[in-house]
């Protein structure tokens, strides 16, 4: 559960950014979310879950 906040806090500050300074107009960030609201309830969800989760770990693995 504390991933997903994290990453949902992340995203919230990338879209924020990118409305505010990269030209990403209010409506495109709109349907993002929507876009995200329809994936998450729908047959891939656990896909995408299960690739988020690997990738974490993936990048928690890397060593510097």
């Known amino acids: 559960m504390a991933f997903s906040i994290s990453a949902v806090v992340l995203l919230a500050i990338i879209v924020f950014l990118l409305v505010r300074n ?4 209010g409506g495109h ?3 993002c979310i929507l876009l ?10 656990p896909t995408i879950s299960r690739l988020t989760v690997s990738l974490a770990n993936v990048i ?5």
């Open 22 to 25: 990269g030209g990403l107009k």
């Open 36 to 45: 995200g609201f329809y994936l998450a309830s729908s047959s891939i969800a």
């Open 29 to 31: 960030a709109a349907a």
């Open 60 to 64: 928690g693995g890397i060593k510097f």
